[in-house]
């Protein structure tokens, strides 16, 4: 080989490497921006959500708040930098205050999943089978190149088994002190009827939050929560939890007075306030909000019932509608004065419900829902089972045991404390 030929072979490799790196650097930073606007798009779609929440000056009370210090994730290709996007709520505080937390960059990741856990991810993120291998070549590297399609369908068919598992657990060793019970209604694209799938979590006695149930239910009826109820007693749970949260609409409370009558009711004020602002006219929703904290957010029922009486007096003779829709619940809207003070801000709404569901909502319009029913019930399985692990324990769980024991609590203290 001659010294020519030799320069050549060099300069050939030095060209080959260096059109590598150009490659890994434009796929590094494909991935990069990718990553920016995914969560670009999660805080808009949280801001979205929140849009209707305004401070009594008439300005947005969730707004966005710049950025997080910059963040390195460790990724197959390569290091990325992003800034996960701030949220603030102007019109609250501390525990009260709406939190924005993202579900694709999780609070304490550094580096990117394994494959066999990264594909799962990106599906239930909303990305379609048909962008997998771009998607996943552009995040993992050339490792990528043989996965396709056809691995998804065989993830989704273990899915469902996973899912029918789930559903057959033992649970005669489990008692839940709380559960907050909902209906979630997706769309089906081969299917005319919206769906109705119904959502039971519940805190055991060491206050830490589970997934209970989940069923395709018809329009959140009595029969379809009768048919939860009685499969959880099957599957060995014995003792009724101590309250359950839930909107006042559902056909749950009529099946639990028949199944699980000790339980306490508390209807969601989340709910609640979306019912009586429904028949107010838009230009004073704001007062009207600020005038039902003051019922909800006070120290004792008895200042809860005070505001209660102010809120109908001020409110009645011109909307008599919404006066009713919320004296029709008095009772059971105060509910949670009953239990300890340190768990209020978990009973007084269906939030870990809807927190959760916001995630899969999100994929849902991204995706225009999921083709059958059953492929939507096991969609939402697993986008609950992942959000599960990052639900935070109620406060003061120490309490939770107690009021599992019957302590009885008198405007959020015990009694031999009130």
């Not at 009827?193 to 039971?200: A, F, G, K, P, T």
Request: aromatic share 8%; glycine share 6%; charged share 30%.
């Amino acid at each position: 080989m001659t010294n020519d030929t030799t320069i050549t072979t060099e300069t050939r490799m030095e060209e080959l490497l260096t059109a590598r790196k150009a490659i890994d650097l434009l796929a590094r930073l494909g991935a990069q921006e990718m990553l920016q606007k995914a969560l670009e798009a999660e805080r808009a779609a949280f801001l979205e959500r929140h849009a209707d929440l305004r401070l009594e000056s008439g300005h947005q009370r969730v707004v966005g708040h710049g950025y997080h210090e910059p963040r390195t994730i460790l990724t197959g290709a390569g290091p990325l930098e992003v800034k996960k996007p701030r949220v603030k709520d102007k019109g609250a505080k501390g525990e009260e205050a709406i939190r924005f937390s993202s579900w694709i960059l999780p609070r304490y990741l550094r580096r990117s999943k394994s494959i066999d856990e990264l594909i799962p991810w990106l599906y239930l993120k909303g990305v379609s089978t048909g962008d997998f291998s771009e998607a996943l070549q552009a995040l993992v590297g050339p490792d990528a190149k043989g996965l396709s399609a056809n691995v998804i369908v065989k993830l989704k068919n273990a899915w469902n088994e996973e899912f029918k598992d789930w559903g057959r657990r033992d649970l005669s060793e489990k008692e839940y002190v709380y559960v907050w019970v909902d209906g979630i209604y997706c769309n089906v694209r081969l299917d005319d009827d919206r769906q109705c799938i119904l959502v039971m979590m519940g805190a055991t006695k060491d206050g830490k939050k589970e997934l209970l149930a989940i069923r395709d239910g018809y329009r959140e009826s009595e029969q379809s929560w009768k048919e939860i109820l009685l499969d959880l007693k099957a599957r060995g749970l014995k003792t009724p939890p101590k309250l359950a949260t839930g909107d006042g609409a559902l056909g749950f409370w009529a099946a639990m007075t028949k199944l699980w009558p000790t339980t306490k009711r508390q209807r969601c004020w989340f709910h609640k306030t979306g019912n009586v602002l429904n028949a107010m006219p838009k230009s004073i929703q704001s007062k009207v909000k600020s005038d039902l904290h003051e019922i909800w957010l006070a120290e004792t029922r008895e200042d809860a019932e005070k505001a209660f009486d102010a809120f109908l007096r001020k409110y009645e003779d011109k909307y008599p509608k919404a006066a009713k829709c919320l004296s029709k619940d008095r009772d059971v809207l105060l509910t949670f004065y009953d239990f300890p003070a340190a768990h209020w801000i978990h009973l007084r709404t269906t939030n870990p419900i809807e927190s959760t569901f916001a995630t899969v909502r999100l994929r849902h319009r991204r995706t225009k829902g999921s083709g059958t029913r059953q492929a939507s019930l096991v969609m939402v399985f697993k986008l609950t089972q992942a959000a599960e692990k990052n639900w935070r324990r109620l406060n003061k769980p120490t309490l939770v045991l107690e009021v599992a024991r019957g302590t009885t609590f008198i405007n959020g203290l015990k009694r031999d404390a009130a």
